[in-house]
């Protein structure tokens, strides 16, 4: 039942993309017409494409969003050429379903809800992650995503990836705080973080969390954004692996942080907080304590998910 649906919410995203794309042609009229200027953004209607496009959206989003949330793990299954406009669909049902962003946008300051972007190499997870971060603060606004990494992971990290220490500097580098680190994961010191307007960054096997224990690929260490709950008390994720979000149980998230740790020798979770006015010059001083809060975890690199293996990258 569920695949069909799935099968269906495509067909038609599909179809309202396609039909929004079309050219609009017009009855030949007695006067002498002007000529033509065809573009492609001219649509049924006469609205602009992004216009019409977002306008289908809003209203998938407004009439099937209960059902798109139910179904979100389907279609995170289909093939990527056919689910880029599906995913990014999800991601924003799945944020209407993030029972906390109020708290975080009026307590931590955050000028936007995380977006949910792509890591662009095998290794990059830490800076993606931290790109992320640094994005919702409203930070390096005229800094493309992938040079915001480029730049994070040329000056922190390794080609292996980014360690627990190496990730708190990013994050004190983009003006945010480790304020605790934690080999496991510590429900209370996560719930009550979200509540408040804090987010984490998690260090997890990427087999039991990109993956979800479907493919026969070992899994790597792997880094994630834990970015608020739903009103089931699942946790959000926010995966640059997949450039996906998705909700995980309390004890999935759990198990792929003892994954790690068991497979990788590394692993936790990281509770980190907007500093809104952190002056430049305690940069260091915020990066030590950071650092200090990491060094639980331990010191493998987090490089990536496997995703080039999956068949579930974005287009």
């Avoid at 977006?115 to 992650?129: F, I, K, M, S, Y």
């Avoid at 990290?157 to 360690?163: D, F, L, M, R």
């Avoid at 080039?308 to 974005?314: A, I, K, Q, T």
Wanted: net charge negative; glycine share 10%.
């Amino acid at each position: 039942m569920s695949v069909k649906l799935s099968s269906l919410v495509g067909s038609a995203l599909s179809r309202s993309l396609e039909i929004a794309s079309q050219p609009r042609v017009q009855a030949p009229t007695s006067a002498t017409p002007a000529p033509a200027s065809v573009t492609s953004t001219a649509v049924p209607g006469g609205k602009d494409l992004f216009e019409q496009i977002s306008q289908v959206q809003k209203e998938w989003e407004s009439k099937f969003a209960d059902a798109i949330h139910a179904i979100a793990p389907e279609l995170e299954q289909l093939a990527p050429v056919e689910t880029k406009s599906l995913k990014d669909l999800v991601n924003s049902v799945n944020e209407k379903h993030n029972v906390v962003a109020g708290d975080q946008a009026e307590k931590g300051k955050w000028s936007s809800a995380t977006p949910v972007l792509q890591q662009t190499e095998d290794a990059n997870c830490g800076a993606a992650a931290v790109a992320m971060l640094t994005k919702a603060k409203g930070g390096k606004e005229a800094v493309s995503d992938a040079q915001l990494m480029d730049e994070l992971g040329s000056r922190f990290a390794t080609k292996e990836g980014t360690t627990p220490t190496q990730l708190a500097n990013m994050l004190a580098h983009e003006g945010m705080a480790v304020k605790k680190g934690a080999t496991g994961l510590d429900k209370g010191a996560l719930d009550g973080a979200l509540k408040n307007g804090g987010k984490a960054v998690a260090m997890v096997d990427s087999k039991d969390i990109t993956a979800r224990g479907e493919t026969q690929e070992p899994g790597k260490a792997h880094w994630v954004v834990i970015d608020g709950m739903d009103e089931k008390g699942r946790y959000m994720v926010k995966d640059p692996g997949t450039a996906s979000s998705y909700f995980v149980k309390p004890e999935e998230l759990n198990k792929a942080i003892d994954a790690g740790r068991n497979k990788h020798q590394s692993g936790g979770m990281l509770i980190v907080e907007n500093e809104q006015a952190a002056a430049p010059e305690t940069e260091s001083v915020r990066a030590q304590e950071s650092a200090r809060n990491a060094e639980a975890l331990g010191n493998t690199p987090g490089g990536g998910s496997n995703w080039r293996n999956f068949g579930r990258e974005s287009s």
